[in-house]
C-alpha cells in the first residue's frame, strides 16, 4: 500500500524557503487571507513553493512541485483585514497532485527524504570548509562596520547547516529551487562553496555586497 498523501495548502509565490529559515509575507489576498486564518484555527502548516509560471497576485500561478512547509509564527492583522504573517520553514514536500476546487491552491505532498551523510573524509573536508566560509563571509561584512563578531552561531546538523547557508545566498531562484530539490546534503555544500567564496571576494567591494545585518542577526553575538 503506498504512502498516503497529505493535503496541504499551497502559497505560490517568487521566492524559495529553506527549512528553519523565516520569512515575512504581506497577505492582502481574500483567497491567502482565507488560507491563512484556516491555518491558524486548525493549527496546521502550509507550503511555500516557486512559481514556474503565472503571477503571485491575482490569477493563477504553476508552481514547482518540491516546496517547504511552514508554521505561522505570528500574525498581525490590520482593520482592512490584511495581514503581516511570519513563518518559518520546517520541511521539504514534494507535490503529487494539485488540487484547484478551493479558493487556494491545494497539494497532496509527500516527504522529501535526505539520504544519509557517509562519514569520511569528504564529508569532513565539505563540512569544515562550508563553515571556513560562512564565518569568513560574515566577519568579512560586519569588519566594515568596525564590528568584531564574538560568536557565530551555526547549526551542528550538516542537512540543517546546508540549508541555513542556502537560503542567503545571493542566487538565482532557479539556483536555490535546484539546491531545494536536491537530496544531498554533501552534493549541496559542495555545490555552495564555490558560490561562497565568490561572496567573500565580493563582500570586500561594497558596491557589490548586499547582505543585511537584519538577515544574520539570530547566528551571530557581536561585541
Known amino acids: 500500500m503506498g504512502q ?40 496546521l502548516p502550509f507550503g511555500v513553493v516557486l512559481i514556474r ?28 483585514g490584511k495581514m503581516d504573517v511570519r513563518v518559518l520553514g520546517e520541511r521539504r514536500f514534494r507535490v503529487r497532485k494539485l488540487d484547484e476546487s478551493h479558493p487556494y491552491l491545494t497539494g497532496f505532498v509527500e516527504p522529501v527524504v535526505e539520504l544519509e551523510i557517509d562519514d569520511g573524509p569528504r564529508a569532513d573536508a565539505l563540512l569544515g570548509r562550508a563553515r571556513e566560509c560562512v564565518e569568513s563571509y560574515i566577519e568579512v561584512y560586519f569588519a566594515k562596520f568596525d564590528v568584531r563578531v564574538a560568536k557565530i552561531k551555526l547549526p551542528n546538523d550538516p542537512t540543517a547547516l ?3 547557508v542556502a537560503n542567503f545566498l545571493q542566487i538565482d531562484n532557479l539556483d536555490k529551487q535546484r539546491m531545494l ?32 545585518k537584519e538577515h544574520l542577526s539570530e547566528w551571530i553575538h557581536p561585541n
Open 53 to 80: 509560471s503565472g503571477q503571485e497576485v491575482g490569477g493563477s500561478a504553476e508552481p514547482y512541485m518540491v516546496g517547504t512547509a511552514v508554521r505561522i509564527v505570528s500574525v498581525h492583522t490590520y482593520d482592512d
Open 162 to 164: 546546508s540549508f541555513v
Open 4 to 43: 498516503r498523501l497529505e493535503e496541504l495548502p499551497l502559497f505560490p509565490l517568487h521566492t524559495v524557503l529553506f527549512p528553519y529559515a523565516q520569512l515575512q509575507l504581506h497577505v492582502f489576498e481574500d483567497r491567502y487571507r482565507e488560507m491563512v486564518r484556516h491555518c491558524l484555527q486548525y493549527d
Open 181 to 212: 530539490e536536491t537530496t544531498d546534503t554533501l552534493d549541496r555544500l559542495e555545490d555552495m562553496i564555490p558560490i561562497l567564496e565568490r561572496h567573500i571576494e565580493d563582500a570586500k567591494s561594497p558596491a557589490y555586497f548586499r547582505l543585511s
